[in-house]
């Protein structure tokens, strides 16, 4: 595959894993993180650190669903050294990828995970902080932005209720429910 010798940016030079996606691409569901850390970077698989670990307990706990059932990507397929977040050359080195992933899996619902995986989708500047609570079309899918983990394990409780919240939300469209959605002009004025 193309992306696994990609060098299209500078974090070709740092990484020892393109974490490229895992799960069901046939899947209804698809998560949208932001990039790779250290131990995704180890093992070429996206969210299986600490923020991963949440993640599939919520999914449980709010969706009932196991990460098997679900399509996870990231916005840049490489880790940034040191935890940095990623540049704007090289997300958008690394957006024909996600593109092109979302456009294979087609699916119901888009769970983006914190600040750039929503900025880039929903093409705003708005932050998560006010984009979240809402759900937005993208395409003929449905965005349910939620918090990154790796946030809700910084902000404590009343970050966690909000995840919870978001992924019921979103659970809720996947099984059929009705979406109503907002455009990100609404709640940006
Ligand atoms: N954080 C992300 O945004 N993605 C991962 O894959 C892991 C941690």
């Given amino acids: 595959m193309?992306?696994?010798r990609c060098?299209?940016?500078?974090?070709?030079?740092?990484?020892?894993?393109?974490?490229?996606?895992?799960?069901?691409p046939r899947s209804d569901?698809?998560?949208?993180?932001?990039?790779?850390?250290?131990?995704e970077d180890r093992q070429g698989l996206p969210f299986v650190g600490?923020?991963?670990?949440?993640?599939?307990?919520?999914?449980?706990?709010?969706?009932?669903?196991?990460?098997?059932t679900a399509f996870i990507a990231n916005v840049v397929k490489c880790r940034p050294p040191d935890n940095r977040?990623?540049?704007p050359d090289e997300i958008e080195s690394c957006r024909p990828y996600l593109e092109e992933q979302i456009r294979i899996v087609d699916p119901?619902?888009?769970?983006?995970?914190?600040?750039?995986?929503a900025r880039l989708l929903l093409d705003t500047k708005v932050g998560i902080t006010k984009l979240r609570g809402h759900a937005y079309d993208y395409g003929d899918s449905v965005l349910v932005p939620t918090l990154h983990p790796a946030a809700v394990l910084r902000g404590g409780g009343a970050a966690m209720a909000?995840?919870?919240?978001?992924?019921?939300?979103?659970?809720?469209?996947?099984?059929?429910?009705?979406?109503?959605?907002?455009?990100?002009?609404?709640?940006?004025?």
Wanted: charged share 25%; with cysteine.
């Fill in 2 to 4: 193309q992306a696994l």
């Fill in 108 to 117: 119901r619902v888009i769970i983006t995970l914190g600040n750039f995986s």
């Fill in 50 to 68: 600490r923020s991963g670990k949440l993640l599939d307990r919520l999914m449980v706990e709010e969706m009932g669903l196991t990460r098997e």
């Fill in 29 to 39: 569901l698809m998560f949208v993180g932001e990039g790779p850390g250290a131990e």
């Fill in 162 to 189: 909000n995840m919870r919240a978001d992924l019921v939300r979103a659970k809720m469209i996947v099984s059929g429910g009705h979406a109503d959605t907002i455009t990100v002009e609404a709640i940006a004025s």
């Fill in 7 to 24: 060098t299209k940016c500078r974090l070709c030079e740092t990484r020892n894993s393109v974490v490229f996606g895992m799960g069901d």
């Fill in 85 to 87: 977040d990623p540049k």
